[in-house]
């Protein structure tokens, strides 16, 4: 089942840093780690010290304490939210990147699909197997509703539709991980 490693590698979070600083950080632009509170450089997506999902452009919290690492695919998108907020690219450079994950979710979501209809009837687990792809395919599905959230900003320009959307895009990534992992453990 070649498309269980690709999923699972697909959302392997990215490499964390090899280490982690003593002190925080002190120059302009840091960001407050919601869940330890220490103060990590700007544009980052996971804190420099407990590696937890970053909040940017607004105080919000995530909406869970769980931490998500977050995927590598999605880092591009990160750091074109953070530079069409501070106007440093066009909301149309912006969407490129946006439409890079878009897709990569959707063929994501077909490769499923595809490969459960092959599954073999005789599989050992085979309704586990299944009733997991189905929880991945679900968790993708709210990936996309959290990326359908961050396309408002091209209607409006506010940059509160990109945080929302980001965590959105965090929450159903964790439980796509989760499921992953299941799934993962699954493999006949």
Request: aromatic share 6%; charged share 20%; with cysteine.
């Amino acid at each position: 089942m070649d498309f269980l490693s690709s999923l699972i590698q697909s959302f392997a979070p990215a490499a964390p840093q090899p280490e982690i600083p003593e002190e925080d950080y002190e120059g302009p632009g840091g960001q407050i780690c919601p869940a330890c509170q220490r103060v990590s450089p700007p544009a980052q997506a996971l804190c420099s010290f407990c590696r937890a999902p970053l909040a940017f452009l607004t105080e919000a919290a995530p909406e869970s304490e769980e931490l998500v690492l977050i995927p590598d695919f999605y880092q591009p998108l990160f750091k074109a939210c953070h530079a069409v907020a501070e106007k440093k690219i066009t909301p149309e450079e912006w969407s490129l990147q946006w439409e890079s994950v878009v897709q990569r979710l959707e063929e994501m979501a077909e490769d499923i699909d595809r490969n459960v209809q092959k599954l073999p009837a005789r599989v050992p687990q085979r309704q586990h197997i299944l009733d997991l792809a189905t929880q991945v395919l679900a968790g993708i599905e709210k990936a996309l509703q959290g990326l359908d959230t961050m396309a408002l900003f091209l209607e409006n320009e506010h940059p509160e539709c990109l945080n929302r959307g980001w965590m959105q895009l965090v929450a159903a990534t964790g439980g796509i991980q989760r499921a992953a992992a299941q799934l993962a453990a699954s493999r006949p």
